[in-house]
C-alpha cells in the first residue's frame, strides 16, 4: 500500500517568526536539524517518492538533505503552504502514486507510527482528505477546525482571518494531510489569495472538497505536543525539551538511573549500559559509549568518548576523544581535551 504514496514536505518558508538569517528547518533541536527528525519519522513509512520542498536559503537547506533519499523541489517565491505543494506537482505525477502524505518541516515532534495509522485509516475510508487535528490549550497561530452541528469538518481558517468566535475553537490543524493525488492537484488550481496574508493556502482545499460533496476526514492526534509547529524560538525550546524527555525515558526503562533527568543532556547516539548512574547537569554527546555501572557525578561533559565499565567520573570533568578503563576512578575537575 505505501508504494502508491508519495511524501510532501514543506520547508521553503523564510520562517519570519524566528528573527533568524538562517532557515527555519535547518535551527537545531536535540542536537540535530529540525528537519531530520521530520525526515526520520517520513523514512521509516518507506514510501514511493519523499519530495522536500526548499526555498529560502536553498543551498543550505539541500545540503542538511544529503543522506537522505530525498528530491528537492524548488519553490522560487514563497506565496504560501498551497503554492509550495504545487511545486512538487511534477515530482508526485512522475511518481505515479494516487495519494500525497503532506507534512512540514517545523514538526520535528511527530512521530512514525502516528503518520503510519493515519495513512492506514487514510487508505482504508473513501475520503479524498484526511486532515490531522489536535485540541490544544492555548490555539494561538495555528487554522482552527471548523465543522458543522454534526461535528463534520467544513473549513480551516487561519487565525489572521478569523473573528472572535472562530478563534475561541480549540481544535487545531496540525498541519498533515493524506489527500487523493487527483483531487489535490485540481482543488489548488481554484485556491486564491483572497486573504489577510495574501497566500496560497492550502487549507484552503478543505472547503473546496467539502463544497464539491467529496468526503473530508479528520485524524485527531491524542498527544496535541507530537504536533507542535515551531515557529518562534520559544517553540524551539518546547521541542529540544520534548525530545530530551523522550529519550531520557528511554534510557531510565533500559536501566539506567538519572537523577533529575530534566538537567541531564543525552545525545541519541550515545550508548548506556545498565546500573549506570548519571548526576544532574551532565551532557554526553557524540560517539560516545558508557558502559554499565559507572558513576557520572555533577557538571561533567563527556563528547566521543568510550568509559569502561564500572568507572567513575568526578564532577565538573571534560573528556573528550578518550578511552577510560573499566573501574578507574577520575577525579573531580579533570579535563581532557
Ligand atoms: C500552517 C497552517 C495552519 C496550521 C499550522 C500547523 C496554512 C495556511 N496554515 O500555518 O493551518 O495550523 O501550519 O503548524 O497552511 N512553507 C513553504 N512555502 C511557503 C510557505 C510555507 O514551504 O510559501 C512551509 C514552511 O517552511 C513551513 C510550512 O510550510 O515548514 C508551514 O508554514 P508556516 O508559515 O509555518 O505556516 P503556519 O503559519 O505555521
Ligand atoms: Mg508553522
Not at 463534520?152 to 468566535?165: F, G, H, M, S, Y
Amino acid at each position: 500500500m505505501r508504494s502508491s504514496v508519495s511524501a510532501i514536505i514543506l520547508a521553503a518558508g523564510k520562517g519570519t517568526r524566528m528573527k533568524s538569517d538562517y532557515a527555519k528547518v535547518l535551527h537545531e533541536v536535540f542536537y540535530r536539524p529540525m528537519i531530520h527528525h521530520v525526515l526520520d519519522a517520513v523514512q521509516a513509512l518507506a514510501l514511493a517518492k519523499n519530495i522536500v520542498v526548499t526555498g529560502y536559503k536553498r543551498q543550505e537547506v539541500e545540503k542538511v538533505l544529503q543522506g537522505y533519499d530525498v528530491v528537492s523541489a524548488p519553490q522560487e517565491e514563497q506565496l504560501g503552504t498551497g503554492h509550495a505543494v504545487l511545486a512538487a506537482e511534477q515530482f508526485v505525477a512522475r511518481s505515479k502514486t494516487a495519494t500525497v502524505l503532506i507534512l512540514c518541516g517545523d514538526t520535528p515532534l511527530i512521530r512514525p507510527e502516528t503518520l503510519g495509522r493515519m495513512l492506514d485509516e487514510h487508505c482504508s475510508g473513501g475520503a479524498v482528505l484526511t486532515v490531522m487535528t489536535t485540541l490544544v490549550a492555548d490555539p494561538t497561530n495555528y487554522g482552527r477546525i471548523v465543522t458543522d452541528d454534526q461535528g463534520r469538518l467544513l473549513a480551516i481558517v487561519e487565525e489572521k482571518d478569523a473573528t472572535p468566535e472562530i478563534r475561541a475553537i480549540k481544535e487545531i490543524n496540525a498541519g498533515i494531510y493524506c489527500v487523493s493525488s487527483d483531487f489535490l492537484f485540481n482543488a489548488l488550481l481554484k485556491v486564491d489569495r483572497n486573504n489577510k496574508q495574501s497566500e496560497v493556502y492550502l487549507t484552503d482545499i478543505v472547503a473546496i472538497a467539502v463544497n464539491s460533496d467529496y468526503q473530508v476526514s479528520r485524524f485527531s492526534c491524542e498527544d496535541s505536543l507530537e504536533v507542535l509547529g515551531v515557529n518562534s524560538r520559544i517553540e524551539l525550546a518546547e521541542a529540544h525539551a520534548c525530545l530530551q524527555n523522550r529519550r531520557n525515558r528511554s534510557l531510565m526503562l533500559s536501566g539506567v538511573t538519572l537523577l533529575r533527568p530534566e538537567t541531564i543532556a543525552i545525545e541519541h547516539s550515545v550508548e548506556i549500559g545498565r546500573d549506570t548512574v548519571i548526576h544532574p547537569h551532565v551532557y554526553i554527546g557524540g560517539s560516545s559509549r558508557i558502559g554499565s555501572n559507572c558513576v557520572i557525578e555533577s557538571f561533567t561533559q563527556i563528547k566521543d568518548s568510550v568509559i569502561g565499565s564500572g568507572a567513575t567520573i568526578g564532577s565538573h570533568s571534560s573528556i573528550n576523544n578518550r578511552e577510560i578503563d573499566e573501574g578507574l576512578q577520575i577525579g573531580p575537575h579533570t579535563v581532557y581535551i
